[in-house]
């Protein structure tokens, strides 16, 4: 046990007492979160020239409404009311009209053009029976053509003056005045609130809003960080076993320790590594987070499943790793083999996001239960509000437990087999046999 100390010892202080390691604590958390963090950055940072568009209305009805609240957010919202400073584009929209349906196909080829060498900015078709769609579905339509159509501030801007208009237009055509429904086009959001729960004195608490930092982004975080420590703790080994081995380091240190003791001080000290790394988080973040009067977004109930499953997951993905490390013969061996081992712990975080919104699908439950994506899925699915059944942690617990055991034992027999193995070729065939005659 002392030697294995040793050797944890020693893996662990090469890797903290290094520059890297304090460079990575810092970098890594603003890599992970970096495209939230440009975006906060650079919400106000937009394209500020003035957007002409051209609109072409069938109906004759509904383009000055546009051209009214086009004036009216120009005046409003164009530039900051303080500083006089312009902080987003002018809406210009000219109306057309007197277009045959024989030039339209010309007309709309002509605007196309416009756009292309920068004249104007969009142009919008409004269908002639867009005000009475169930007589003529076909021609009800409102059409915006522009570069990137898609995400555009724009077309997005445009559809509730036009909407509203609509409303009006049929309600006039129903004989209905406005004035005698003025609450017809007041909009009444839909508030998510949580449950209603009892304090320890019994008294009834009120149910508390929901929001997007805890349905969304702590179990995001939560994911991201089982990630981060992956790499911290369990990727290096396959490296630093194949470094080892190829300068024949390895063989000094086998003349005090058995392969399997070799192998666990790699494996542990990589442990040491990660929990040092989630300990500085998780305890900044929490003080950080208490500063800041957000007591209610720490995920206390969480944290002892996160690592829980962090410790195992280190466990099962070094231990590969550093057996697959051991029959490397060069860097290339090891390049080869990297992708395949680390797939099954990447793979999650390609369907987190689903499993956040739906912790409760077949899909999460089935996925969060397979060993090799619970530690990640799991710990998502326990730091969403919704409550699962107590007994999924528990199982998906007994599932990582065991392939755990099983890959540090068929991880150690391939270990002994292969660390001092020079030359031997690397194919799936010497690792099965490797791997069962140990």
Not at 76 to 89: A, H, I, N, T, W
Not at 220 to 245: D, T, Y
Not at 357 to 382: C, D, G, K, Y
């Amino acid at each position: 046990m002392r030697k294995i100390y040793r050797l944890i010892k020693r893996e662990y202080l090469a890797a903290v007492k290094t520059k890297g390691f304090i460079v990575m604590l810092i970098v890594a958390p603003v890599m992970m979160g970096g495209s939230g963090l440009a975006m906060a950055l650079l919400k106000d940072n937009v394209d500020i020239a003035d957007k002409r568009l051209i609109v072409m209305d069938h109906t004759g009805m509904l383009v000055d409404s546009l051209i009214q609240a086009a004036e009216k957010r120009n005046a409003s919202e164009v530039y900051d009311q303080e500083s006089g400073e312009k902080v987003r584009p002018a809406y210009l929209v000219e109306s057309v009209s007197g277009i045959s349906e024989s030039k339209l196909a010309a007309a709309r080829l002509a605007w196309s053009d416009s756009i292309r060498n920068g004249t104007i900015y969009a142009f919008m078709e409004i269908g002639p029976a867009v005000i009475q769609p169930s007589r003529d579905p076909a021609g009800a339509y409102i059409n915006f053509h522009a570069e990137n159509s898609t995400i555009d501030d724009l077309r997005r801007w445009s559809g509730w003056p036009l909407n509203d208009n609509l409303r009006k237009l049929r309600l006039d055509e129903a004989g209905i005045s406005i004035a005698a429904a003025p609450d017809l086009f007041n909009w009444v959001n839909v508030d998510g609130l949580g449950l209603v729960s009892v304090d320890d004195t019994g008294e009834i608490q009120e149910a508390e809003r929901s929001n997007e930092i805890e349905a969304i982004l702590v179990p995001a975080i939560m994911a991201m960080l089982m990630f981060l420590m992956m790499m911290m703790g369990a990727m290096p080994q396959l490296n630093s076993v194949m470094e080892e081995k190829t300068q024949r380091i390895a063989e000094v240190i086998l003349g005090s320790v058995t392969p399997f003791q070799f192998m666990m001080g790699k494996v542990l000290g990589g442990l040491a590594v990660a929990l040092t790394g989630s300990l500085v988080y998780v305890i900044g973040g929490a003080i950080y987070i208490q500063r800041m009067g957000w007591e209610r977004y720490l995920p206390y109930e969480t944290l002892p499943w996160f690592f829980v499953f962090m410790i195992l997951n280190i466990f099962m993905l070094g231990s590969l790793l550093a057996a697959l490390g051991s029959i490397c013969n060069d860097a290339r061996d090891a390049q080869n083999l990297t992708f395949p081992a680390i797939l099954p712990a990447m793979l999650p975080m390609f369907i987190f996001v689903p499993v956040i919104e739906h912790p409760m699908s077949t899909f999460a439950q089935w996925a969060s239960l397979i060993p090799p994506f619970t530690p990640m899925l799991m710990t998502v699915r326990l730091a969403t509000p919704q409550s699962i059944p107590a007994w999924h942690p528990w199982a998906g617990l007994a599932g990582v437990l065991a392939l755990t055991l099983f890959i540090v034992w068929a991880g150690g027999r391939l270990f002994r087999s292969g660390i001092l193995m020079q030359g031997a070729t690397l194919s799936f065939k010497n690792i099965a046999k490797w791997t069962l005659r140990g």
